[in-house]
């Protein structure tokens, strides 16, 4: 024997990497995409792009709407999701989501800030527990899918009632 392995049995550090954005990326948009539903809004899609697995996007109704603790939580659950679900994503995946929150709190006192901020994490946290199941139905979904899920495929999974515990 000499030691080398067939094609099949090797895997490569960026395919690894490229799986491990793959499933972050997963559990980060379906956190958004979870909890905005939750909050009674629509759901239009929600995707990975196949060129570049750390970008993704969850489209919704607008939430503007909602109370200013209910907008941040839907900006701060795909960070919620991948905590919870150990699916660490990339540092720089949260940047959009931020720059929304800083405008939604722009011009509020500091001490308001965090305290909306610690709110909106918490209102998060409880959605996505309530709803881990089909969190992580919605991220299996879309890592082995073709990357995007439309309306109609996530109202399916939505009022699926998967029974194993994640």
């Known amino acids: 024997m000499n030691g080398c392995q067939p094609p099949s049995a090797r895997t490569s550090a960026k395919s690894m990497t490229d799986d491990s ?3 972050a990326t997963g559990y980060y948009e379906s956190g958004h995409a979870v909890v905005a539903w939750s909050l009674n809004l629509r759901v239009h899609n929600v995707s990975i792009r196949a060129d ?3 970008a993704g ?3 919704t109704d607008p939430a503007n709407h909602l109370p200013i603790e209910d907008q941040l939580a839907i900006l701060v659950a795909g960070r919620e999701a991948a905590h919870i679900f150990d699916a660490q994503a990339h540092p720089s995946k949260s940047h959009a989501d931020m720059e929304r929150q ?3 709190l722009n011009g509020r006192p500091e001490q308001e800030q965090f305290a909306l901020i610690h709110e909106a994490h918490e209102r998060a946290r409880r959605r996505l527990i309530e709803h881990k199941p089909k969190v992580a139905l919605l991220a299996e979904r879309l890592v082995a899918a073709a990357l995007n ?4 495929e996530f109202l399916r999974l939505m009022q699926s009632h998967p029974i194993a515990n994640v």
């Open 21 to 23: 954005d793959l499933r």
């Open 52 to 54: 570049n697995v750390r």
């Open 57 to 59: 996007e969850t489209n």
């Open 102 to 104: 800083f405008e939604l």
């Open 149 to 152: 899920v439309d309306d109609s």
